[in-house]
């Protein structure tokens, strides 16, 4: 099994930008678009944002968007809010069946 | 939409069982999926089953874990044996989203914490 990589921690203030990475190998985040990003905040379920990279299910703001880049894959959101802050995770489907997470990302709204 | 049940505290070599209720969303012919995160640690997935019956497992936990499903209660249920308090954790299910591309999860339950300790 792969290992996700992603920083422990990212912020950023209310309207700006922060970009989250989730980097893997070659042979699973750089060979399929099979990435997914779940927001969680503690005590709750955790929520589907971003799937398949880039794709946004419905009912997802479009303050969040989802890019890949050889091994890496980013979650990006724009015009911070205060309720952004939360835990963030990748999550990447292999060809085993099987599924393989980051570290997780705490984000701080200053 | 969904609900993690079961014992919360578990000796050593007893075994975890917990159930998944589900709600509010489509049951049949999806796979669902169980997750643990220790405190400090990151996701850990630990298997999933189709409606059918069918299971997937990791490998690292394959030999202790089964997984079945109640279609006519809509739930799921892991059973994990054997617990140690390497096992402590909070545990998760979801559901399994595919297409022909890959697959994803896309409703989660809020967890629920076990906690292995004599």
């Known amino acids: 099994q792969s290992a996700l990589t992603q920083p422990a921690s990212v912020s950023g203030s209310p309207g700006q930008s922060i970009t989250i990475s989730c980097t893997g190998t070659s042979s699973d985040v750089g060979s399929y678009s099979l990435v997914s990003w779940y927001q969680h905040y503690p005590g709750k379920a955790p929520k589907l944002i971003i799937y398949e990279v880039t794709k946004r299910p419905s009912g997802i703001s479009n303050r969040f968007s989802g890019s890949q880049s050889g091994n890496t894959a980013s979650l990006t959101i724009s015009g911070l809010l205060a309720e952004d802050e939360a835990d963030y995770f990748c999550c990447l489907y292999e060809d085993s069946g099987t599924f393989e997470f980051g570290g997780g990302t705490k984000l701080t709204v200053l | 939409k969904l609900q993690e049940s079961g014992p919360g505290l578990l000796k050593p070599s007893e075994t975890l069982s917990l159930t998944c209720s589900v709600t509010?969303?489509?049951?049949?012919?999806?796979?669902w999926s169980w997750m643990r995160q220790p405190a400090g640690k990151r996701l850990e997935w630990i298997g999933r089953?189709?409606?059918?019956?069918?299971?997937n497992f990791n490998p690292s936990l394959k030999s202790r874990v089964t997984m079945s499903v109640d279609t006519s209660k809509n739930q799921v249920s892991l059973n994990l044996k054997s617990v140690t308090a390497a096992d402590t954790a909070m545990y998760y299910c979801a559901r399994v989203r595919c297409n022909s591309d890959g697959c994803f999860l896309d409703y989660w339950g809020q967890g629920i914490l076990v906690t292995v300790s004599s």
């Open positions: 509010g969303a489509s049951f049949g012919r999806f796979y």
């Open positions: 089953i189709f409606t059918t019956g069918t299971t």
